[in-house]
């Protein structure tokens, strides 16, 4: 118990420092003295960076707070308790960040969508309050034997994240980049959602025929032996 008391405190204060240092990270003029491939890890150096230890590491200690949570659940009650508690937090968190982006700032500069941990906030809660809407969602009748989409993509997370951000942020799109109109955009977003999915399912597929394939030819190298 004392344990995970402590990783709650230790991440929580990562998340914090993370988000909270942002604004005076991206400001820092000290920074500038820095060799351009190390700050860039540290703040937007053009055409260095895509993301930033600042904030975007935060969301990582977030995710683990929830993580800890879903880990000490044990029974079925505890579950749904944890996720009723991801529910109400994830919008208290949404309502209280869009509420504090209209009140005067305590940093010098802070851009609400890129470096303020109002803007931090507001996205965390929303994915805090998403864990719980899937949670609904897979208590719906036969919701566990049905093929997901969502479980699709959560069970290659790792594999889309890393090709996404090559088409998103690389040369693929870049002719795209601020050239596309709001119906547009969001036409460009079903698309690429509907693309990364199949990425997902054939990624899949390929690993399940490769490691077909090599327990037979395990079984023929046992069976010659």
């Known amino acids: ?15 914090l420092t993370m988000t909270l240092l942002t604004p005076l990270i991206r400001t820092a003029s000290w920074l500038a003295t820095v060799p351009d491939p190390i700050e860039a890890y540290l703040r937007p150096v053009r055409p260095l960076t895509s993301f930033t230890f600042f904030p975007w590491a935060g969301f990582v200690f977030a995710g683990a707070i929830v993580g800890l ?22 919008v208290a968190l949404v309502v209280t960040a869009w509420g504090a982006s209209y009140l005067p700032s305590p940093y010098p500069r802070s851009d609400f969508w ?12 929303l994915l805090t309050a998403a864990v719980a809407l899937a949670y609904v969602w897979q208590l719906r009748p036969a919701g566990q034997e049905k093929w997901s989409p969502l479980k699709q993509l959560g069970r290659s997370s790792l594999f889309i994240y890393w090709i996404h951000v090559e088409m998103v942020y690389g040369l693929i799109s870049l002719p795209l980049h601020k050239a596309l109109t709001l119906p547009r955009a969001w036409l460009a977003f079903a698309a690429f959602s509907a693309f990364m999915l199949i ?27």
């Open 1 to 15: 118990m004392k344990t995970t008391r402590a990783h709650y405190v230790a991440f929580t204060l990562a998340m």
């Open 69 to 90: 949570m879903l880990d000490g659940a044990r029974t079925r009650l505890e579950e749904s308790r944890a996720n009723l508690l991801f529910g109400l937090a994830g």
């Open 114 to 125: 890129t470096s303020s941990p109002a803007f931090f906030f507001l996205r965390t809660g």
């Open 199 to 225: 990425c997902a399912v054939l990624k899949e597929r390929v690993v399940g025929w490769w490691r077909t394939r090599q327990r037979r030819v395990l079984v023929h190298d046992q069976v010659k032996r």
